[in-house]
């Protein structure tokens, strides 16, 4: 079965730390996102990673095939980055796949 | 710029109301999704098209039904709103190369009062 797992479910943290958000995936996958939710729901494209990591801004993805595990890092943490991160995975076809989420929030 | 647009960006509407929800891309993507996202909840496939006059039905259930008459245009229907539909909808369109083309649209955020 085709499953992404996302931890933690809730984080709060001050402003300035250091943020991981991890994703692990159940079998091989061709690509895997990372996507932002706002709290009024608008949703934000990231990252799509089929390797190795990429990076824009404060924000880092990484993805480690062989242990099934993505992490999105975020470097000095500011309010404005509080949302919903969500990793989505394809297995092989076109159809993704989405975790739960994660609440990020980021206290001044 | 190419882009993937979904109107409205939030709805309230009552209970059986028919509505839709658009979702226009111009990136000529011939695969096109509706997720669906219930409150608290992960996001879950429930109508694909990968061409025109294609459409099939997702992993999750839906009582929403959809067209693909353009290879741009992809709205989605619910013939008589209910409030166990509310939930946030999300827009999605790809090139067909395995997950990695995928343009993702803002959302609409439907509540049915």
């Known amino acids: 079965k085709n499953e992404v797992e996302q931890s933690p479910q809730n984080l709060t943290a001050q402003e300035g730390e250091f943020i991981t958000i991890n994703c692990s995936y159940s079998?091989?996958?061709?690509?895997l996102h990372w996507l932002q939710q706002h709290p009024g729901g608008g949703i934000v494209s990231l990252f799509m990673l089929s390797s190795g990591k990429k990076k824009h801004g404060r924000l880092i993805a990484t993805i480690n095939i062989q242990e099934k595990h993505s992490s999105l890092h975020i470097t000095a943490s500011h309010p404005r980055d509080s949302a919903v991160y969500i990793c989505?995975?394809?297995?092989?076809?076109?159809?993704?796949?989405f975790g739960t989420g994660t609440r990020l929030t980021i206290i001044p | 710029e190419a882009d993937i647009y979904q109107t409205p960006r939030y709805l309230v509407i009552g209970t059986g109301k028919k509505i839709t929800l658009e979702c226009s891309q111009t990136m000529g993507h011939d695969k096109m999704y509706w997720y669906q996202q219930d409150p608290g909840m992960e996001l879950h496939l429930i109508h694909y098209?990968?061409?025109?006059?294609?459409?099939e039905k997702g992993d999750l259930s839906s009582e929403s039904t959809v067209s693909r008459i353009r290879t741009e245009h992809f709205p989605l229907t619910l013939e008589s709103a209910r409030p166990s539909h509310t939930s946030q909808y999300l827009c999605a369109s790809s090139l067909g190369t395995g997950g990695r083309g995928y343009t993702f649209g803002s959302g609409t955020r439907l509540t049915v009062v």
């Open positions: 098209s990968y061409g025109v006059n294609s459409t």
């Open positions: 989505a995975a394809a297995f092989g076809n076109e159809k993704l796949t």
């Open positions: 079998v091989g996958i061709s690509a």
